[in-house]
């Protein structure tokens, strides 16, 4: 997930053009090699509504682990189609590979995707999303990719947190343009 200097992860405006002005080979080489590694992608529906309209089509070497990995939309809006991302009474839109919804108690869904066979699960951004997965104690590391901007002010994942979170430090890597990877995992 990608931050701030100031901890927000969306500003208060929906541009996220500040995600991408920092961005090198290097630091865009460790965030493929973290896609690429993954045995699954999941994310929430409104993210999935956004990307549907970019990655399946998309040229480049970020495309090809996005669309050939599988992808778990979690959603609880009824009769959303995955194939379509939209409603099923909608007009067909572009299609995505390899995606499947998952609608019922999230850490049930996570559990269960804890047990299936391959590499580790990545989740990506959303806010709210990745607020639920904090809020249910689902996350085992996280990835923080700290970009050299104050937004000010804005939305963080651990907004609200009902108790503290302790982290322990499992590894930093700087990157050329002043971007820093930091990996963290909960304590206990």
């Known amino acids: 997930m990608s931050f701030s200097l100031d901890g927000f992860v969306a500003g208060a405006r929906a541009e996220s053009n500040w995600m991408l002005r920092a961005g090198t080979p290097d630091s ?6 973290t896609i690429a590694g993954a045995g699954t992608h999941i994310m929430g529906r409104a993210l999935f509504e956004s990307w549907i309209g970019i990655w399946p089509t998309a ?3 970020m495309a090809e682990p996005l669309n050939s990995i ?5 959603t609880r809006q009824q009769g959303f189609d995955p194939a379509t991302a939209a409603p099923s009474d909608t007009p067909a839109a572009p299609t995505w590979a390899d995606a499947r919804v998952a609608r019922g108690d999230l850490t049930a869904e996570i559990e269960s995707l804890k047990n299936e066979p391959g590499d580790y699960i990545l989740a990506h951004g ?3 999303f ?3 997965l904090v809020r249910a104690g ?4 996280y990835r923080f990719v700290v970009l050299p901007v104050a937004l000010g002010s804005g939305e963080g994942i651990f907004a609200d947190l009902t108790d503290e979170l302790d982290l322990t430090f499992a590894s930093s ?10 990996v963290y995992r909960p304590k206990g």
Do not use: H, I, Y
């Open 130 to 132: 990745a607020r639920s």
């Open 173 to 182: 890597t700087a990157f050329a343009g002043g971007v820093l990877a930091n």
């Open 126 to 128: 959303g806010v709210r």
């Open 59 to 61: 040229p480049g070497p």
């Open 70 to 74: 599988p992808k778990v939309v979690f």
């Open 28 to 33: 865009a080489a460790w965030v493929l090699d």
């Open 138 to 141: 689902l996350v085992d590391e």
